[in-house]
């Protein structure tokens, strides 16, 4: 049986997870969201980004590591889950290799050490990357502040990059959180694609993988923008599940009826 990459002209499976950063699918909207953060630190900033689920977070968050040349800065990342302030704070030392401690205060004191020895004796700027941050509890907040706060806020040492879903931004609008999204130099948000864009992206991941002819019709990039509605990570699963469908029917390309198959296989 023939290779559904095969029969489409691909050398690697398109639309995968595993994306390398020269790889990915450049817009201004990503452009200017990846400049600002890295100005953000470079500015021995923190910042936030909000986004909806699917819609390229991940991926950009990855561009931005890239960004910052590892003789300069020391990142280090931790994805939030529903910590207290206490294990929170262990999940980070264990990220930065801080020394461990019995108490909360004393823990934070190590990290905030750390931090300083980092930038101090390494001669690299420290940075702390917290993903999925709409899961940080609401107590939990106030440690992006004591974290940033060095020598009485006279020393800008840690940058902090917050990045989760939307209701990130909820959190952050939250009176008893001002404390902290005052000491944010840039908010930055991502949206869905537009129509085009939907477009172009199809045939971007299609390139990359290898395709020299482009295997969606009009009519199924249509289809896979007005289901998956823009988001980048439906439009992944939509396109490759159609593709396969397309193979599985002798088909040299895709069509709207093909995903139509592809949509009820994988959402009923």
Not at 94 to 106: D, E, F, L, R, T
Not at 191 to 219: K, M, N, V
Request: proline residues 4%.
């Amino acid at each position: 049986m023939t290779d559904w990459r095969s029969r489409f002209g691909f050398h690697t499976a398109p639309f995968t997870r595993e994306l390398s950063v020269a790889h990915r699918f450049s817009l201004p909207m990503f452009d200017e969201v990846l400049m600002a953060l890295f100005r953000a630190v470079d500015q021995r900033g923190s910042a936030a980004l909000v986004a909806p689920a699917g819609t390229g977070k991940t991926a950009l968050l990855r561009a931005l590591l890239d960004q910052l040349p590892e003789a300069r800065y020391r990142v280090h990342y931790v994805k939030v889950t529903d910590l207290s302030n206490c294990d929170l704070c262990r999940e980070i030392a264990v990220a930065c290799g801080a020394q461990p401690a019995g108490s909360y205060p004393m823990l934070v004191r190590r990290l905030q050490e750390r931090f300083l020895s980092t930038m101090s004796d390494d001669g690299v700027r420290p940075v702390l990357l917290l993903d999925e941050a709409q899961g940080l509890r609401p107590e939990v907040f106030s440690l992006v502040k004591i974290l940033t706060n060095f020598e009485m806020d006279s020393r800008l040492v840690l940058s902090v990059i917050l990045a989760g879903q939307m209701s990130l931004r909820d959190l952050l609008r939250q009176p008893a959180h001002e404390a902290v999204t005052r000491r944010l130099v840039h908010l930055a948000s991502l949206r869905t694609l537009s129509r085009p864009e939907s477009h172009r992206y199809l045939a971007h991941r299609c390139s990359i993988a290898g395709a020299t002819t482009f295997p969606f019709d009009t009519g199924a990039c249509d289809a896979v923008f007005e289901v998956a509605c823009g988001n980048l990570r439906a439009t992944d699963q939509l396109a490759a599940k159609a593709l396969e469908v397309a193979h599985d029917a002798g088909a040299a390309i895709v069509d709207s009826g093909h995903l139509a198959i592809a949509r009820r296989l994988l959402w009923p």
